[in-house]
Each structure stands twice: as structure tokens, then as C-alpha cells.
């Protein structure tokens, strides 16, 4: 896991501005083009000053056609590839050249430079083909959408593919699965620089969720189910106000009138996760929320959480994030000692 990329400072008083490039290829699809923009370069921090810098650029500096017909004309070209602290590749036209592993020479030169220096990559539903071919995702995990997943394999079977999630985060390289998941990956980033109360915040002004359960098991095509079914969307809703009561399947499957079997399997189809997953993300959701925006002890917030004891919620937010609480803690709110208590402090909480 890399740590965050360095910063540079803007020329007038205010925060340090993380420098982003989208780099726009052939075939870019045009709704991911403008995600990073959007998503990424209206974070602003309390006073209201911008976070991030967003520019667009292609290789050459010439226009490109767009999936939607049209061609754009960035203001840059590569250069500013160089300078760049996280570099975001939007998803790029199914059947072209770069979805078949053939990179020109410069494109694969120029993602060679700035996985060198330890940049952050980021890619957007097919853009996963583009790193994969200049061997950036080798031995590593990854996703793209999930009507491609079938080809990405067979192309490139040394990649940990893993098409069920919306986006897979591995420190310095990170790749989302179709359209809407480039929201979510943005997102992450941004909650993952500047903490979830900034993410929140340009999710709001744009009506999205700023974190969405599940992965792409939902979005897959299922036959409809019976109509004497019905869905687990109120049950969830119910067992989001009692998070921190120990809900067992059987009480989840009698709250929604259905058999443990048949309320299993309506759950998964609906969220792509098991009862039992889809509990622990949201508990771990909302213990990242109380270490981030409260100065409750971790004792408490374990306790909040649902997860008991803090050895348990210690064990899955390292699995969520890889971090221990006080370390998310320190990272995203700088808490105090008195807050923590001596306890916490002691063991590292």
C-alpha cells in the first residue's frame, strides 16, 4: 500500500493542491471523461478552497474522438503527466486497438514514467485493458465491467481479476468497474485524501450516494424473480437503525417473512453480498464515520459499531482499509489523547 502522493503547494495562501491528469485516449467514452472534473475537482476543503487541480491532456495534445461522436481538444498534452500526483485514464471504446493489448510505444512509455516515480493510476471501466497491457496490473488485483471480464481473463490471466466489486483500490493503482462505479472510485479517492466528510459533501452537490453497498453482482443480468417474492430493501433499512444489535440471519430473515434460505438468496441477488458481508461493510462504514466526525472512545465506537469489542473491530477495519482505528483515527481527524483515553493509546487502538 503506498502512502498518499506528494503534494504541491498552489502559488497563493491555501492548501496544498494534488495535481490530477486525465488523459483522454481514442475512443474515450464521454461521460467518464468529465467524471474526475466533477468528482474529484470540486472537493474543496471547509474555507471552500479547491483540493485538487483536474486537467486533461492526450498524448499528443491533439483532439480525439469520443464514444459519443464528437471530438475534443484538451488543453494539454503529456507534459503535465509529469507533474501529475494521481493520473486517471477514463474507459475507452470496446474492440479498438487498446482493448486488444496493442499500446502504442509513447502511451506505454508514458504510464511506464509515471508508475515509475510512484504516481497514483487510475482507471475507469475499460481503461483496466489499457494498464493490464503495459504489464501495471501483473500479479495484482483489479476489475473492469463485468461484460468484459471473459476477454480481460483471457488477455491478461496473470491479473487478479475480480468482477464482482465496483472498484478495487491497491494503494497506488486502482481500477472501477463501468460508468457509474467511476463515481464511486472518485469518490473513494477524495474520502480517502480528505476524509468522508469531504467526499460527502460533492457527493451531495451533485445528488449522488457517497458510498454504495454491494458490487457488480447486482447489476448483472438475472432473470426477474418470482413475483410472490418479495425484496430485502426493507429489512436492510431495518437493519441499518439496529447496527449495534447482534442481528442474526434468522432475525433478518423474520423481520422480511421469508425462509433463511429463500431471504439468502433474494439478499445476494439484490446487493451481490451475503447477509453476514453485507452487515460488516456497513458496521465498518459507520465506525469510519464515529472515528472521523466523533471523539468517542474506540471502546464506544466498537460498541456503536456492532462489532463488541475493539478487537473485533480493530480485525475488520484492518481487513476493510489496512489500518488500525487510532491510526484511521489520527489519519483522518487527528484525535486527542483525552478523547482516546490512556487505554486506547496504550494498545495502539
Not at 482507471?123 to 480481460?152: K, N
Request: net charge positive; aromatic share 6%; hydrophobic share 40%.
Amino acid at each position: 500500500m503506498c502512502k498518499n502522493p506528494a503534494m504541491s503547494t498552489a502559488p497563493s495562501a491555501g492548501p496544498p493542491v494534488h495535481e490530477v491528469a486525465v488523459l483522454a485516449q481514442p475512443g474515450v467514452i464521454a461521460f467518464e471523461l468529465g467524471l474526475p472534473h466533477k468528482f474529484i475537482g470540486t472537493a474543496t476543503d471547509p474555507d471552500g478552497r479547491p483540493l485538487y487541480r483536474v486537467r486533461t491532456c492526450t498524448l499528443d495534445g491533439g483532439p480525439v474522438r469520443t464514444s459519443a461522436g464528437y471530438r475534443v481538444l484538451p488543453e494539454h498534452d503529456a507534459s503535465i503527466l509529469a507533474a501529475a500526483h494521481t493520473v486517471v485514464l477514463p474507459g475507452i471504446n470496446v474492440g479498438t486497438a487498446l482493448t486488444e493489448g496493442r499500446l502504442e510505444p509513447e502511451l506505454a512509455a508514458a504510464l511506464a514514467s509515471v508508475a515509475g516515480r510512484g504516481a497514483r493510476l487510475v482507471s475507469i471501466c475499460t481503461s483496466a485493458f489499457v494498464l493490464a497491457a503495459a504489464g501495471l496490473l501483473d500479479g495484482r488485483p483489479a476489475t473492469t465491467h463485468w461484460l468484459h471480464a471473459q476477454r480481460f481473463r483471457a488477455l491478461y490471466p496473470r491479473v487478479a481479476l475480480d468482477p464482482d466489486v465496483l472498484f478495487v483500490d491497491d494503494g497506488d493503482v486502482l481500477t472501477s468497474a463501468g460508468n457509474a462505479a467511476g463515481i464511486d472510485l472518485c469518490l473513494h479517492l477524495v474520502r480517502r485524501d480528505h476524509g468522508a466528510e469531504v467526499a460527502a459533501r460533492v457527493a451531495r452537490r451533485s445528488v449522488v450516494s457517497p458510498f454504495r453497498d454491494g458490487g457488480q453482482s447486482q447489476f448483472i443480468e438475472h432473470p426477474l424473480p418470482e413475483p410472490a417474492d418479495s425484496g430485502t430493501g426493507p429489512t436492510r433499512a431495518w437493519a441499518m437503525r439496529r447496527l449495534d444489535e447482534p442481528l442474526t440471519l434468522v432475525e433478518l430473515a423474520g423481520h422480511a417473512r421469508m425462509s433463511v434460505r429463500t431471504f439468502t438468496r433474494r439478499f445476494r441477488a439484490e446487493t451481490g453480498l451475503s447477509p453476514a458481508r453485507w452487515l460488516a461493510q456497513q458496521r465498518v462504514q459507520l465506525a469510519r464515520t464515529m472515528l472521523e466526525s466523533t471523539e468517542l472512545p474506540v471502546e464506544r465506537v466498537a460498541t456503536e459499531a456492532g462489532f463488541g469489542t475493539t478487537a473485533s473491530l480493530r480485525q475488520h477495519l484492518h481487513a476493510a482499509i489496512g489500518v488500525a482505528p487510532l491510526a484511521y483515527r489520527r489519519t483522518f481527524r487527528g484525535a486527542s489523547n483525552g478523547a482516546l483515553g490512556d487505554h486506547d493509546a496504550v494498545n495502539g487502538r
